[in-house]
């Protein structure tokens, strides 16, 4: 199968975690507080030791400016969410992501304005089009890249379109409104990886560029988001999540060697 047809397909499958992340807080008793964070934990073990271990060495070896993209794409979603709403966390027990962008916090409930909940709609939709365009990016780059980075954006869509239900929710939204605002993000995903595909057509070498912005907003999702959310010390099982998260990324990586999926320029 074309490399541009499996970024296309496996963007439209990874959209969809978005919708069931949503989905999934208005179903009886919701996502737990417990098993959304063993699915941060083993989304943030994944994204870091890919990263760290793979991504970054390979992008710095193939484009030498690579670092500044990936330090720009950090620092551009670090900007997004600390200026425009306060970073909080929201109260223990709730059926919520650890983490939202919230207005303010009082009498240890969550009082999310229109305008801080628009504003984390807005930062979501500029994150997920860059999952759906590091996804495509990096089909481009190689099936074996395109194959890993769907795995790290497929791991943090449930949580992600959780974080976006429970934000709104907290705002007053009405459950239709939510709903449509997930299919939003879902849809930004699949925009997301043909921008990329038309961009990484024209020259590859903007492809290896849109993957280090990405890589750089994965890295805060990773190490400044998902992990952050896994030290409260709230589920000690949470640390072996984690370190499973790792796991499957090498498993994953020598099951690719395996089956004869290598980079192909």
């Known amino acids: 199968m074309d490399a541009a047809l499996w970024g296309i397909l496996l963007a439209i499958f990874a959209s969809l975690g978005n919708i069931l992340g949503a989905y999934l807080t208005f179903v009886r008793g919701g996502l737990s507080h417990r098993v959304l964070l063993y699915l941060i934990a083993g989304a943030a073990g994944y994204l870091l030791a ?18 500044i993209l990936i330090l720009a794409g950090y620092m551009g979603i670090y900007l ?24 303010t916090i009082k009498d ?19 994150h997920t089009f860059f999952d759906g365009a590091g996804i495509m990016a990096g089909y481009q780059v190689g099936l074996r890249t395109g194959f890993l980075i769907f795995l790290g954006v497929v791991m943090h869509k449930i949580p992600e379109g959780a974080s976006l ?16 605002c997930a299919g939003a993000i879902a849809l930004s995903t699949i925009l997301g990886a ?17 993957l280090a912005l990405s890589a750089g907003m994965f890295l805060f999702v990773g190490a400044s988001n998902l992990i952050p959310a896994t030290q409260k010390g709230e589920y000690r099982s949470t640390f072996f999540l984690a370190v499973a998260g790792v796991l499957v990324y090498f498993c994953s990586a020598w099951l690719l060697g395996v089956f004869g999926l290598h980079e192909v320029h």
């Open 194 to 210: 043909f921008s990329a595909l038309w961009l990484g057509r024209i020259d590859l070498g903007i492809a290896y560029d849109i």
């Open 50 to 67: 890919w990263m760290l271990t793979d991504l970054f060495p390979h992008l710095i070896s193939e484009r030498p400016n690579a670092g």
């Open 80 to 103: 997004l969410e600390n200026l425009f709403a306060s970073h909080a966390h929201l109260p223990d027990g709730e059926n919520y992501h650890t983490h939202a962008l919230v207005g």
């Open 108 to 126: 240890q409930e969550p009082l999310v304005s229109g305008a801080a909940s628009w504003a984390a709609f807005g930062g979501l939709l500029l």
């Open 165 to 180: 239900s429970s934000i709104l929710l907290a705002a007053k939204h009405e459950r239709g409104m939510v709903m449509r």
